[in-house]
């Protein structure tokens, strides 16, 4: 059964989407369409662009939070310089048309104040700007407009993929649980990541199926060690939903 897939943002946790996906064509599911914010982006073009669960999470496994941190320009602490490098040298195209499955990227547009979703233009430079969660990463310049991170406006962008006409599958990969955040950085995130979550129950209503690995909240965003962890919670919540699954796609064809 041919599918779309809405790929949620939040940082090393949208390894998740990798656990998920790894099920879900074992199963028998091809994905047709794919959109993602942020993180998700980053997933998906790979996934776009015929990579397969395991060597993406090999190519993840691979950073370290300095590849993360490059220098910044204004509006940010830090830029994704170093990560956009990265993405480009293991991507096979560079603009987004050019990809093996049609994919859309979420950003939000910071001088008109709306989201912005591109199914064409130049990919890792698109991706980077959906990655860009000001203030911690510079916002992107791109032709009339600056971009920021997909997750402010639409941190799982279902809306897009209606026009695919296939069952939308969306993942969300920041549940949250009850947490005190403590320290700057800690209480920056924690805010961070509540802001985008007020979006994901508007973009569920569009959604066919949503999938929600309980563990990943626990996770920090930025611990790129956690990535083998929120691949294998995706595995084990998607086993777990398959039943499920099935039947809500099955009633969507009648």
Not at 171 to 198: D, Q, W
Not at 204 to 227: R, S, T
Request: glycine share 10%; aromatic share 6%.
């Amino acid at each position: 059964m041919k599918i779309s897939l809405a790929l949620s943002g939040g940082g090393i946790r949208a390894m998740a989407h990798l656990g998920v996906v790894e099920v879900l064509r074992r199963n028998g599911f091809e994905i047709a369409a794919i959109s993602g914010s942020s993180g998700g982006a980053i997933v998906g073009a790979l996934l776009s662009d015929g990579k397969s669960p395991k060597e993406i999470l090999e190519i993840m496994k691979g950073l370290k939070l300095k590849d993360l941190a490059g220098s910044s320009s204004k509006g940010g602490f830090f830029g994704l310089g170093k990560l956009e490098r990265i993405l480009k040298s293991v991507l096979s195209v560079d603009r987004i048309e050019d990809l093996d499955t049609p994919f859309v990227v979420a950003c939000t547009d910071l001088t008109n104040g709306e989201a912005l979703y591109f199914d064409k233009g130049p990919l890792t430079k698109l991706c980077m700007a959906s990655s860009s969660l000001v203030p911690l990463f510079s916002p992107v310049r791109y032709e009339e407009t600056l971009l920021a991170d997909g997750g402010f406006m639409d941190n799982m962008p279902t809306k897009p993929l209606e026009k695919f006409n296939y069952p939308i599958v969306a993942i969300n990969v920041n549940p949250i649980p009850r947490k005190e955040p403590k320290g700057m950085v800690s209480t920056t995130v924690r805010t961070l990541v509540l802001m985008m979550s007020a979006n994901i129950k508007a973009s569920a209503q569009f959604a066919d199926f949503y999938i929600e690995p309980p563990k990943c909240g626990e996770m920090n965003i930025f611990d790129l060690k956690k990535g083998v962890e929120a691949y294998e919670e995706g595995v084990r919540v998607t086993e777990e939903s398959l039943k499920k699954l099935k039947n809500a796609l099955l009633d969507k064809k009648k």
